[in-house]
């Protein structure tokens, strides 16, 4: 078995297969030992349970999580670590590789081909650049996933992880708090990364669940509201969705009325189940 957290070993891992970091991959490989199977055994790598790993590096985590769950398809972008996994991979039997972008990736269906009669859940150290686009990729995809745990900058996993009306929530908070419940579950300093990067991480878990009594009839004009709200935060929600979404204030003004909220509300004002009520009877007031 490959020690994968020696640096000596990585290094000259890495010089045999000519493998340079690429930047704009946003490659930091996890080196710190105690990190990958903390991150296995609270991510639902267990019996029952399929993995889906996005990013592999040299296979550090991907190995944890093929230890515990039934099965892991790592989805790695980069084609020049393919004969690197081969190596570090090599003892496990339960591991597939797909040199795919996740983006371009039918959730649906590879977990329909890959996971036949296992729950799924998704772990993974995510490129700093591209963390929400690929949370939400998932989230929106509808796929059955259970979780998504995920380690991510540690000022993103704090954004990602706020609660709805609170200073610190953004439009992704409220995109993720739709669809399920979001904790922050360790930090990780950056020392604990090849090439070490210049901020500290967290490792956060996003249970997928609907919990909310409301459901917005329309999702893409709720997401177009909560988009428009927090990009204008310091406005009022009258004047920010006037503006963004060039609806006539009069109507904002009676949604919110009808929704007990001052004209002055701003969103961070507002927690999930106001904002969906908002929405919902804004969308209802527009249509006529």
């Known amino acids: 078995m490959n020690n994968l957290t020696n640096l000596s070993f990585i290094r000259e891992l890495l010089a045999r297969h000519d493998f340079s970091f690429s930047k704009g991959l946003g490659q930091n490989f996890l080196v710190n030992p105690s990190v990958c199977p903390k991150i296995a055994e609270m991510g639902n790598a267990k019996k029952g349970f399929g993995i889906i790993e996005v990013g592999t590096g040299i296979g550090t985590l991907t190995a944890e999580l093929a230890k515990r769950a039934d099965k892991v398809v790592a989805v790695e972008i980069d084609s020049r670590l393919l004969p690197v996994l081969e190596e570090t991979l090599s003892d496990f039997d339960n591991i597939k590789v797909i040199n795919e972008d996740i983006m371009n990736v039918d959730l649906n269906k590879l977990i329909e081909e890959e996971f036949s009669g296992m729950d799924v859940a998704v772990c993974a150290?995510?490129?700093y650049y591209i963390t929400s686009p690929i949370i939400m990729y998932f989230l929106e995809s509808g796929a059955p996933v259970k979780s998504l745990t995920v380690m991510v900058q540690k000022e993103a996993a704090e954004r990602l992880c706020a609660e709805v009306g609170t200073r610190q929530s953004g439009a992704i908070s409220a995109a993720v708090r739709y669809y399920g419940e979001a904790k922050m579950?360790?930090?990780?300093?950056r020392g604990s990364f090849i090439p070490a990067p210049n901020v500290d991480s967290a490792v956060i878990r996003i249970d997928v669940e609907k919990k909310y009594s409301l459901s917005p009839e329309d999702e893409k004009f709720f997401f177009k509201v909560v988009k428009a709200a927090f990009s204008?935060?310091?406005?009022?929600?009258?004047n920010s969705l006037s503006s963004m979404l060039s609806a006539d204030k009069k109507h904002i003004y009676e949604?919110?009325?009808?929704?007990?909220l001052?004209?002055?509300s701003r969103v961070e004002q507002l927690g999930m189940e106001s904002l969906i009520a908002f929405s919902l009877t804004l969308k209802k007031l527009i249509s006529g």
């Open 185 to 189: 579950l360790f930090g990780v300093s």
């Open 262 to 264: 001052s004209e002055n």
């Open 125 to 127: 150290n995510l490129p």
């Open 232 to 238: 204008q935060r310091r406005k009022t929600l009258a």
């Open 255 to 260: 949604a919110l009325s009808e929704n007990n």
